[in-house]
Each structure stands twice: as C-alpha cells, then as structure tokens.
C-alpha cells in the first residue's frame, strides 16, 4: 500500500525552477532515502510534501488523496511529521512543552509523554530545561520524538546527521532505527553510509528531478552509480 | 527654587540640589514616587501587552491600538454612566466596573478578531509595512467614528468624558493615608488591575494549551503549522486578545484623572505603548512588563524631578522618548529582545 | 522595504549600473525634431503639461466658477457655476497643496527611494518653519530679523540637512521598524520640547508667530534684496500684481500660489536631478538590496546619510514656505507626528517612490477633503446636494433623522473618515498609489513613456 506518492511535481521559488518534475514513492513500513548534491533540491522536495512551498503542478498523495494547496497543519494532522534540518526545536520552550505541543489529543498527552521518555530518557531527565540549553544531538532526538508522539504514519526527516559528532551519530542512527518500526520514512542524508543503513529503497535528485533510484541493496556508498551524483 | 537660584546666585545650586535629594528622600516623596510609577507602569505594561502578543506572533505592529484603548474608554464609561446612579454604592460601583470590564473586554476582542479576519489578514504576505500602514488607516476612521458618535450625543470628544468620571467610587478619588504614606487610590486600584492583567496573561500563556501554541507559533510558525496547529486561526485569536486588553485599559484610564476618556487618548497611549514594546524588546511579553515597568518609574521619578525643582514641565513627557532613543543605541534589539536587528 | 516594491524599468537599469537613461536622444532620423530646445520640451512634455495646468489653474478656477447663473446642467437643473466651486479646490487650497506636497516629496525621497521610512519627518518640517519664524523675530543671533526670507529658507534647510545627519548618525545603525521608531522618538522629542521651552516664545504651547507690527508686508519669494524681483507671500499679506501681462489683476493669493509654486517646483526638480543620477542609484540599490550594495563597494551608510540629509533640507523648505505663508505655527501643525502621517497618507495614495506621487496624493485627499467640508470653506457636498435634490427628499426621515441631517453628521468635516478609508482600500488594492498604477500600466515613469509613445523615435 502506498502512503506517499509525488507525481511530477514542479516547484518555484519566485522566478527559479527548484523542482523539474520530480516523481517518488514510499510505501507502508518503508524508509526510503533520497540523496544528492546540495542544492539540487532534496529540502525542496520535502516542503512541497508538507505544502510549505506548494507546486505549481503536479500531484502529491498521501494515501490516495491529492493533498496539493492543502494548509500544512492539515497535511501534519493526516499523519505527516516533518523533522526538519536544523531540528527547529522550540528554544524558549522546555523539552516537555515541546512534546507536547506535538501531540495531537489533549487526552493522549500522557501517553504521548511517556512513549517519548521511553524511547529517550535523555529528554525526560531534562523534561523541565528549556529546549535551547540541549546539545545538538539531543534536539535531534527531541525533534524526532516529537515526530513520534505526533501519531504520525509517515515521517519526512531531512538531514538528522547533519553537525553532529559521530557517536552522536550512531545514537541517533539507532533512534532512527527505532523509529522506522512504527512508521514510513522519508529521509534526506548526505551521510551515505547512514543512509543506505537505514534505508530499503533510494532515489537519487539532480538538477530538480530524479536522475536514479533502486534497492539500497544493490549499491553501496562508494560505489560508482552513487558517485556520479554525490559528492564522496 | 533652582531655577531662581540659577538666576541669582548660581554656585548655591549644588547646594539646592542636595537640599532637594534630601526631600526626595523623605518617606512621602518616595512612596508617592513609587506608587505613581507602579501605577504608570501597570498602565504601560496593560496597553503594551496586548501590541507584544500582536507583534511577538505575527510581526504586525499595530497602530490601531491606541484608538482601540480609547473606545475601550468610551464603552467602559457608557457602561459605567448607564448602570450607576448618583445613589450607587462605592462597593456597588467596583462591582459595575468588573461588569463593564467584562463588556469591554468582549466587545473589543469581537472588534479585534473581525478586523484581523476581515483586512489584517490580507496582507500577511506583503512587507511588514503595509500592515503598519492599515493599520494607521483603521486609527483614522476609528477616531473619526468616534467623534461622529460622541457629537451626535453631544459628548465633547476632545474634552475628558466628565461624566465618566463622576461613576467613580469615592475612595478612589481620594488619597489614601498611612502615616506619612499617602498615596492616589486611583493608582493603587490602577496597579491591581495592572497586576491582574500581567498575571491573567502570563498564566494564559504558560498555562494553557492555546497559550503553548501562541508561544510556539511566536517562534517558528512554520514549525508550529508543520505540527498541526491551525496558526492562522491562533492569529485571529491572538489580534482579539490583545484587542481585548487595550479595551480594558481604556476602561481603566477613563477614571484616571491623569489621561481621562477623550479621543486624543489614542495618540497619547499609542506612543508611550510603542515605545515600551520596543525598550522591551520586541515579542517578548517579558521584556514588555520589564520595559513598563523602567519606563514608569523613570517617568515618575524625572516628573517629581522637572516638576518641583526644575520648571520644564515637558521633560517627563520628553522621558520615554528619551529612554526609546537611549535603549536603541545601546541595546538595538531591546531589554529581552532575540530577534536579530532589523528582523522585522 | 517599500509599498511599490517591484521597480519600473527605468529602475531596474538604472540600479544595474547602466549610463543615465534619461538624457535627450541622439538620433538624427526623427522628423526635423533636432533643435535642441525643441528637444527638451519633447522630452519633457509630461512636465511641461502638468506645469501648465497648475499655471493656469487660478484663471480656470476664476472663470469656472462665476459662469453665469443662466448656465445649468440640462435634466437636474443644477448651475454649472455651483458645480465646479463644489469640486474644484479653492485656490487658497492648492497654495497649501503645494508647500506640503512638497514636504511630502521629500518624505518620498528618503522613505520611497531608499526604503527606510521617515516616521519622524516632521521634525524637519518643524524646524524649517521655526526658523524663518524665529530670525524674523529676531531671536537668531548673527541673523537680523530683516534678513530676507529666502536667506532664512536656505539657512533652514541647511540646519534641517545638518540635523538629520545628527539624527541619522545614530538612527541609520537600525533598519526597519527600529529605524521608523528611533526617528519618531526624535521627531516627538523636538515636539515636546518646543512645546516648553520659553525661548522660543512666551507661550511656546501656542505655537510661535510674526507679528503684523514688525512685519507688515509679509515675506517675499524672490531674489532677495532686489525688492522689484521678489514678491510677498502670504494668506492675509502679500503683494498683489496689477496689470499683469498688461491683462490681469492678481489677487494676494494667487501671487502666493504662484511663488511658492516656483520654489517648489525647483525643488521637484533638483529632486528629480538626483534620483537619477549615480547617487540616486545608489540609493534604489539600497532599498532592493543593500547587502548587495554593500557588497559591490558602496559605503551604505554614508549614502543613506546623504539621502536623508537631503531629504531633510528638502522638508526644511517646505517647512519654511509653510510658515512664510500662514505667519505662525504651532508645535501640532509642525512637529506632531501627525504630521509625518498626513506626508505618509500623501504619499500611499499618490505612489511611493516616484517623487511626484505625493503631490498627486496631497492634490487628491485635500481636493476630497475640501469637497466634504462645509459649504463657507469652498466645499462641498452639501451646497451640491441641497441644489440637486428636492426640499422633500432632504427632509425625509431616516431612522430619526432627516437626509440633511445625515449629511451634516456623517460627511460635513467628516473628510478624515473618508480619507482613512480611501487610505486603507488604496494599501489593500492599490498599493502603489495612483501614480505608481499608472506607471505599471504604462510601463515606465510617466515622463519618459509619454514622450515615447507621443514622439516615437529611438530611446537607450
């Protein structure tokens, strides 16, 4: 079953042709990742999904429903959670305010609260600090528990790797893990290994549109066909 | 008693000065000092409250507010002058007022929520300015309604409403005496209200879940719409609060025999409004109360000041302006302010 | 930063760095066309047009409104006399028009060209009209109080432009709602202060004033000293001309117009002069992008010092026209920030960031104004419709009022109402103001379109 479908979708930002055409696929219990250069429009990509930035034509599904020019807290209460690059935590907020503010149902903020803890003791040791005093990869897990708390089916996660330390890394590599047990992912990482970990499928962005795409199985981070476009 | 001593005899004014920090320091000066500065900044703090949500949230500055402050006045006194009769009782006339309080804060906040649905909304993809400008426009046609209105009442509308005032309970009109302390009641109740208000705010904002959105959405709005939060809609909500709040200070300055109900009362609070949100840093509710309360105290201590020593009977006036154009040089971005200079 | 944000044509090369477009044109193919004052009037046709609608407005007005009484509109049976006065402004409006659609110019200079916004402009409206005051009652020291005005009005300016970069020194370290803060602040403490300080006068709240007895005659516009080359201004003194072109008899208020029209349109001109030269591209550089600015080699902050000091020295003058006309000021009428808002009100409705614009707004919202007011100040609406309709439809009942007492509560003087909303429906829709429309309409600015489309012919 589909959850995502972009259908040659086209993007602008003022006069400049972002996305060409651009068409992917996520299905249910999928990650896939989509990588390139930066600057082809991988980011793009991720907030014409949410309408952000709507296209100007072309399709975006999300279990059969075309969701274009929709108002983005629409799109997010279909069960869409964005973790952003730069995380966009909430600074003034405390870690406890910010999980909250992403759950849906007043009535399902406990429970909300006690999946994130789970998941990240971290946060609930600092439920009460205000966001801003967090290191940059405990935002990250911040930014993903609010992704799950918010009863989301399909996650868009854009650079989780991006400014952090390596063993930082890995622990966000297995929260990530974690993650993708309970929903379908869409992520954007230059982090190729990481990537192809963690994902079953892989499209591959050039110049506004997907120039590759295939099992992440049958690649791997250095070999020729990703080179091509990727920066090593 | 400087001045003529500066004409006469000036190697005595050090003296004189010292002569007059003596008396500032006596208990009855500095407790009228104080209490006159509370009470400034509890009306600061009350009509600069509602432009920081407005502006924290959305980036509109709003010009408006000012006349909005004044109808909430007006409306107050019309309530106030309806339901009080010559026979009404002071506690009674408390009781009236939280009634009309009542009124005005709906009735504003209604006004507020249909201008932001209704024009503000339009242009929230244009330049900051152009909402400064419509919202400049809506003063002139507020206070030329205004005016229309009370004329045809013959009400005069750039004369304090007496009649407004004379719905105050007595105790309020007087001072109220503690030993050597003696104090306006009006600035007293003034500062409850104040207080009030700051608190109704701040515990809106941090207690409640709406008030976790306006909070969240003031951030990153993009992040909160990407959440699920309607922003849209908590900007309609947000316009109308802070609407509502100028209307209760109105209601309040309509007893106030310092600023009384008068159309000029839009302009006079608009300003000191303004400039306190700026000193306090924009968006930020904290930095407001904090530049309120700066603000009024300064005021109070440079109108005891310029008034009993030094015969310049605008420079109190002349003060916020002076703290604004002090704060911006030294501080751009304000007591509290986050936002990057020239953010907005 | 500014309303009209997508720049004309004109703008887009001009920033770009190109040669000054608008100089005359080279060719020698166009029809005979090639003597060189032949060339100027082509080119600037639009100008010339305008100029000469205002020259000859006071006869239009004259003639238009003391057509015989015979003379009616067919089917309605109104005088035509009657109708003109009731929509023509009186000339004794249109000499105000003049001096603050200058001011207003000048706030378009600044806030429309380089898109930081002026909000304290009248600070240098104020200071220009106090300062002619103030020398003329001899309180300047070094300057006797029979200097002549258009000594004073140079001098002013001078302090104005002097004063903004003391004001812009510190105001231009902000941008944005900051900037547009900082220089209120200033504007409302020069008002404050010249509200109580007791040099300026005895009753500095009052304003200040040129007495009739020290100043008889008025002030004149002209070369000064040469009493045969100047005329006095004035809306009581002032000199009238008889025998004017050996046809006319021009009475004190129309000389004013025509003076004070003179310095004006000087001034326009002199604006105009520097919006398109190198500096004037600068400053459009600054109001699209001034990071950009920067980054190419402009020092930002010394061009918008330069521009506000002129833009300031600009207000100065008309500030001073001001006050040689009305022979006293009030701190409101002066330093009030309203009276920056009446510049920016001028300025939406005409266009901000073509110069012009203003003059067109102040034309257009003091034309309305004065056709809602009351019928003794030249209006109005009233005088209209009492002769258009009948005594019966005026008198009815409409929830507890007559029509007639409609009208006088709700459009008699009720001029703000209607602007304010004017105002408001022009930034929703018309955001670049008339001229601003009519400039997207056609293209380009109005001066080199017209001349283009009239004359054809080749442009750079």
Redesign the interface.
């Known amino acids: 079953m589909t959850v995502l479908e972009v259908e040659d979708v086209h993007t602008y930002y003022g006069e400049s042709h972002i996305l060409e055409g651009v068409s992917l696929e996520v299905d249910d219990g999928e990650v896939v990742a989509l990588m390139g250069r930066n600057g082809v429009g991988k980011t793009t990509t991720i907030r014409t999904i949410l309408q952000l930035t709507p296209p100007l034509n072309g399709a975006v599904r999300f279990r059969g429903t075309d969701i274009v020019d929709e108002e983005t807290h629409e799109v997010a209460r279909r069960g869409i959670g964005w973790i952003p690059e730069d995380r966009r935590v909430f600074a003034q907020l405390t870690v406890e305010e910010n999980l909250r503010v992403a759950v849906p149902n007043q009535d399902e903020i406990a429970a909300g609260l006690e999946l994130a803890y789970d998941a990240f003791p971290i946060l609930e040791e600092r439920r009460e600090q205000r966001a801003e005093t967090l290191s940059g990869g405990q935002q990250q897990m911040l930014a993903l528990a609010r992704g799950l708390v918010g009863e989301n089916e399909l996650l868009l996660v854009d650079e989780p790797s991006e400014g952090l330390a390596p063993q930082i890394v890995a622990t966000v590599a297995e929260s990530l893990a974690d993650a993708a047990t309970q929903t379908s992912m869409l992520l954007v990482e230059q982090n190729l290994p990481l990537a192809l970990d963690l994902a079953d499928r892989f499209y591959v962005l050039d110049n506004g549109s997907v120039v590759d795409d295939g099992e992440t199985d049958d690649v791997s981070a250095d070999s020729d066909r990703l080179r091509r476009y990727l920066s090593a | 008693m400087i001045n003529t001593l500066l004409a006469v005899a000036p190697e005595l004014v050090p003296l004189a000065l010292v002569d007059s920090f003596i008396e500032f320091l006596h208990p009855s000066e500095l407790s009228r000092v104080l209490i006159d500065g509370l009470s400034k900044a509890a009306i600061y703090a009350m009509i600069a409250g509602g432009l920081t949500l407005i502006f924290g949230l959305m980036g509109v500055l709003n010009f408006a507010h000012g006349s909005l402050t004044m109808v909430g006045a007006y409306l107050g006194g019309a309530v106030m002058v309806l339901m009080v009769s010559s026979t009404t009782g002071p506690l009674a006339r408390v009781a009236f007022f939280f009634v009309a309080v009542a009124v005005v804060f709906g009735a504003l906040s209604a006004v507020g929520g249909a201008l932001e649905v209704t024009l503000i909304r339009r242009l929230y993809d244009r330049p900051p300015i152009a909402q400064i400008l419509l919202t400049f426009g809506l003063t002139l046609i507020i206070d030329e309604l205004m005016r229309i209105i009370l004329e045809f009442y013959d009400i005069q509308p750039r004369a304090d409403w007496i009649a407004a005032w004379g719905t105050k309970p007595w105790f309020l009109s007087q001072r109220l005496s503690v030993g050597p302390i003696s104090v306006r009641g009006i600035a007293l109740f003034e500062i409850v209200m104040g207080v009030l208000t700051v608190a109704g705010i701040w515990a809106f904002l941090t207690r409640t879940r709406y008030g976790l959105f306006i909070r969240a959405g003031s951030e990153d709005s993009e992040m909160a719409s990407a959440l699920g939060i309607d922003v849209r809609r908590v900007f309609t909500v947000v316009f109308a609060l802070g609407t509502g709040v100028a209307g209760i200070a109105g209601a309040l300055l309509m007893w106030d025999t310092h600023w009384g109900a008068s159309v000029p009362l839009g302009a006079e609070t608009l300003l000191p409004a303004f400039v306190v949100v700026i000193i306090g840093g924009l968006g930020t509710f904290r930095g407001t109360v904090a530049a309120a309360l700066l603000v009024g105290l300064v005021d109070a201590i440079m109108s005891w000041w310029f008034v009993n020593e030094i015969k310049f009977s605008g420079l109190p006036q002349l003060t916020i302006f002076l703290i604004l154009v002090f704060v911006l040089i030294v501080r751009p971005q304000g007591l509290f302010g986050v936002e990057e200079v020239g953010g907005h | 930063?500014?309303?009209s944000?997508d720049a004309s044509p004109e703008d887009a090369t001009v920033a770009s760095g190109s040669e000054d477009a608008v100089t005359t044109t080279q060719d020698s193919d166009a029809s005979g066309w090639s003597a060189w004052p032949v060339r100027y009037a082509r080119d600037h046709i639009v100008h010339l047009v305008v100029i000469l609608l205002f020259a000859v407005y006071p006869g239009l007005y004259h003639e238009a409104t003391t057509l015989p009484d015979g003379l009616v509109i067919p089917l309605v049976d109104v005088q035509l006399a009657l109708v003109f006065q009731s929509f023509l402004p009186q000339v004794t409006t249109m000499t105000p028009i003049l001096y603050f659609g200058l001011f207003a110019m000048s706030f378009d200079f600044i806030s429309g060209y380089t898109g930081y916004?002026s909000f304290g402009h009248a600070a240098f409206y104020g200071i220009g009209a106090y300062f002619v005051i103030l020398v003329a009652n001899g309180k300047i020291p070094l300057l006797a109080s029979g200097t002549p005005f258009m000594v004073s009005l140079v001098l002013a300016a001078v302090l104005a432009a002097l004063i903004a970069v003391a004001i812009g020194f510190?105001s231009f370290?902000?941008?944005?709602?900051?900037?547009?803060?900082?220089t209120?602040?200033?504007a409302?403490?020069f008002y404050?202060?010249v509200?109580?300080?007791d040099w300026v006068s005895t009753t500095p709240r009052d304003g200040v004033g040129v007495s009739f007895a020290t100043h008889p005659e008025g002030f004149r516009i002209g070369i000064p000293y040469l009493d045969s080359a100047s005329y006095a201004i004035g809306r009581l003194t002032g000199s009238g001309i008889d025998n004017f072109l050996g046809m006319f008899d021009l009475s004190t208020n129309v000389v004013s117009f025509y003076m004070i029209g003179l310095v004006v349109l000087v001034c326009y001109f002199l604006m105009q002069r520097i919006i398109h030269s190198p500096f004037g591209r600068v400053m459009i550089a600054i109001r699209e992008n001034e990071e950009r600015a920067e980054a190419v080699g402009y020092n930002t902050f010394y061009y918008k010092l330069g521009a506000f000091a002129i833009s300031g020295a600009f207000a100065g003058v008309g500030g001073a026209l001001f006050a040689g006309y009305r022979r006293s000021v009030t701190p409101e009428n002066t330093f009030y920030?309203?009276t920056t808002?009446d510049a920016?009100l001028s300025s939406?409705i005409g266009g901000l960031g073509t110069i012009a614009g203003p003059l067109y707004g102040r034309l257009f919202e003091q034309g309305l104004a004065e056709f809602l007011s009351k019928g003794s100040e030249g209006g109005g609406l009233l005088p209209l419709l009492q002769e258009l309709l009948s005594d019966s439809l005026l008198g009815t009942n409409v929830l507890g009022l007559t029509i007639e007492e409609m009208i006088d509560?709700?459009i008699n003087g009720?001029a703000?109402?209607y602007?304010?909303?004017v105002?408001?429906l022009f930034?929703?829709f018309v955001?670049n103001g008339l001229l601003g429309t009519l400039r997207d309409r056609l293209g380009g600015p109005i001066a080199k379109v017209v001349p283009d489309r009239l004359f054809g012919g080749e442009r750079p």
């Open positions: 930063m500014a309303i944000d916004l510190v370290r902000l941008t944005g709602v900051y900037f547009a803060m900082i209120l602040g200033f409302q403490v404050v202060f509200r109580g300080w920030f309203l808002g920016l939406i509560v709700f009720r703000s109402l602007v304010g909303i105002f408001v930034v929703l955001p």
